[in-house]
């Protein structure tokens, strides 16, 4: 058994609390939020009993049963509340994107080094078996070449300007939050890009709402992606090779299905050989728990170098659309 903590209760916190209940070898124990109110309320929704309710962040990362805590504050407080739980002596599963930017991932980073912690990223799409059988059937050549790659993802986000999605202070925009899938698909099947171009529409807040992104990859390849908070776009991928294509099923960042269809031959559906548990949520907290078992200090699927490199992407492309945050400063 492998004991969980929850650190922030909004959204995602929920969706991972349940897929915990659904992990083999999990269990959530406790569960710390600014308020007592939400922290209570939280634990009475998406725990079992026992699961303790801490009234503040700090507690939750002093509570001593916690071995793993899972960060699912806006992007703009990760690297405190990494800090929190790293120095606590707890192992961290962070959201995504790590930080707001590569100086903040490098110094996460370094924290875990420095209290010889378990750290990732919750890149979920990396964890996800299909994802994973895809990657392997790539890479033994049976596809051919993947030479372009276009994924998009987005919905219409219709909240207010405080909202983390379109406040600066928080982190807010398309890019950060849905645009770095599409990122890190490209780079899984594509190597990394050389060069990468953006254009973007701002909010009046300042943050992008819409983005696409232009990619050249060592090798090559090409690649064009996109992000949206305006619209509902296809939220799939599709990978072009030099002997046919792999359509990825919507949502292309946790895909339920994947057809392969030669340019002469009769399609193939992609299957995985592992289960997808918790929605894909679960298969990331395997593989934290998995890593931690084997005594490893990051996970071979998210490494600290791939998430530092996408990072540096984000930082470089958010520079060619004009978004700042006041971290930046
Ligand atoms: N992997 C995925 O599929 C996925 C999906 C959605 C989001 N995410 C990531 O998860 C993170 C959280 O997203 P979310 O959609 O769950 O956000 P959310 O619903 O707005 O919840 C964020 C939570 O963070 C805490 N928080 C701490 N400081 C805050 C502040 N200054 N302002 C607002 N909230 C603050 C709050 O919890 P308390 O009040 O309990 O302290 C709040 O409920 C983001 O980094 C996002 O990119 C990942």
Redesign the pocket.
């Known amino acids: 058994m492998t004991n969980w903590g929850i ?10 609390a349940t897929a915990l209940r659904e992990t083999p070898a999990a269990r959530l124990v406790a ?5 007592e109110e ?2 209570r309320s ?1 634990v009475e929704e998406h725990a079992d009993e026992g699961c303790r309710a801490h009234a503040s ?1 700090e507690a939750l990362v002093a509570d001593p049963s916690v071995e793993v805590v899972y ?8 690297l405190a ?1 990494a800090r929190l739980a790293l120095e606590a002596g707890k192992h961290v599963l ?4 790590l930080t707001l930017s590569v100086t903040e991932a490098r110094e996460m980073v370094r924290l875990a080094d420095a209290h010889d912690r378990f750290l990732m990223e ?3 799409t990396l964890c996800h078996p299909l994802v994973i059988e895809l990657k392997r059937r790539l890479d033994s050549g049976r596809y051919g070449v993947p030479r372009q790659v276009h994924a998009d993802l987005g919905w219409h986000v219709d909240a207010p300007p405080d ?3 379109l ?1 600066p ?3 807010g925009g398309a890019l ?2 849905m645009g ?1 899938y599409p990122l890190t698909f490209a780079r899984l099947v594509l190597g990394r890009p050389e060069q990468l171009t953006a254009v973007a529409v701002l909010s009046s807040t300042g943050v992008d709402l819409d983005v696409s992104v232009a990619g050249r990859h060592v090798g090559g390849g090409t690649s064009s992606l996109s992000a949206s908070m305006t619209s509902w776009p296809s939220r799939t991928a599709t990978i072009a090779t030099t002997t046919g294509c792999i359509y990825v099923d919507a949502d292309f ?2 895909p339920p299905s994947m057809t392969w269809r030669p340019h002469r031959g009769e399609p193939e559906t992609i299957v995985a050989t592992d289960p997808v548990v918790g929605d ?2 679960g298969n ?1 907290a395997l593989e934290v728990m998995r890593c931690i078992d084997a005594g490893l200090r990051e996970s071979p699927l998210v490494p600290h170098a791939l998430t530092l490199e996408v990072m540096v992407q984000l930082d470089e492309l958010r520079g060619q659309i004009g978004v700042t945050y006041p971290e930046d400063r």
């Not at 650190?7 to 991972?16: E, M, R, S, V």
């Not at 569960?31 to 308020?35: A, D, K, L, Q």
């Not at 962070?94 to 994107?97: L, N, Q, V």
Request: hydrophobic fraction near 35%; aromatic fraction near 10%; charged fraction near 20%.
């Open positions: 650190l922030a209760t909004g959204k995602i916190a929920g969706k991972f569960v710390g939020s600014r308020t939400k922290a939280f962040y960060i699912a504050s806006p992007h703009s407080h990760h509340h962070c959201e995504k994107p919750g890149m979920w909202d983390r999605m406040n202070a928080l982190g950060l939050d770095i960042h946790h894909g949520y990331e």
